[in-house]
């Protein structure tokens, strides 16, 4: 396809869309609120949105830049909301390293060589302070009694970190989104084979969906992905 010269890729149906899917996944699971922890831009819920979802969305986004177009993203949707905290297993002032694609590769760990041999626009440019708060502390803020809740968390290397810092509240999860590393990326990271066991075996969740993400353009190597798991398994259709 002659767009493709261009770096562009044509899509005739949204079923072709993984996004797309994973909203599916959402809206047969009765969804009434996603968490989307690591929000940087809004990105996800303006996925979220595209592809349906109608729900209530609460995002959280500690990076100055990225947190100023999320405000102003959701200014007109009544249902989205944003904290300005990153989660982690205690409250804290942190400093978070701010990578250069945007922010989108920040994270409180260091970033290993591997990540920016293959992205070299994301390496480290500086470092912030902010505040970091436990899940569950906040959670009758952001969730009521009855609310089906869907986790989505990328936060670069520190998922298991933020998983813990939701403490039991994690069982009341309905579904849980990661982004997750196949190979070490981050100093400590959570890698692909580690969060599986994590959420099939502590958090008793069912993996539903993989969704590609960050490729090294050299090699074609898949870096990271997103793994999707619901707690009742694939929902039926309506």
């Known amino acids: 396809m002659a767009v493709r010269r261009f770096g562009f890729e044509v899509s005739r149906f949204p079923e072709c869309s993984f996004d797309y899917r994973v909203v599916q ?7 009434d609120v996603v968490l989307d922890v690591g929000a940087n831009c809004g990105q996800y819920g303006e996925m979220l949105r595209r592809f349906g979802y109608r729900g ?3 995002s959280f986004e500690p990076v100055k830049a990225p947190l ?7 200014a007109a949707d009544p249902l989205w909301t944003v904290f300005p905290h990153a989660l982690g297993d205690v409250r804290a002032p942190i400093s978070i390293n701010v990578a250069g694609n945007g922010a989108a590769s920040s994270s409180l760990l260091p970033m290993l060589p591997r990540h920016v041999e293959a992205c070299p626009q994301s390496r480290y440019v500086e470092r912030q302070e902010s505040e970091q708060h436990r899940l569950d502390a906040l959670w ?12 989505k968390v990328d936060v670069q290397g520190y998922e298991e970190t933020v998983l813990r810092g939701a403490g039991d509240r994690m069982h009341d999860c309905a579904g849980l989104q990661m982004e997750v590393s196949c190979v070490p990326l ?3 990271g959570l890698l692909l084979g580690k969060a599986l066991d994590l959420a099939e ?5 069912t993996l539903v969906a993989l969704v590609p993400g960050f490729t090294d353009p050299r090699t074609g190597q898949m870096l990271q992905c997103d793994a999707v798991f619901l707690r009742d398994g694939l929902p039926s259709r309506a």
């Open 140 to 151: 009758e803020r952001v969730a009521a009694p009855g609310d089906r809740v869907f986790l």
């Open 25 to 31: 996944l959402l809206l047969r699971s009765g969804i």
């Open 68 to 74: 100023r177009i999320l405000s102003r993203r959701v």
């Open 56 to 58: 209530r969305i609460v």
């Open 186 to 188: 981050y100093e400590g």
């Open 201 to 205: 075996r502590h958090y008793g969740l």
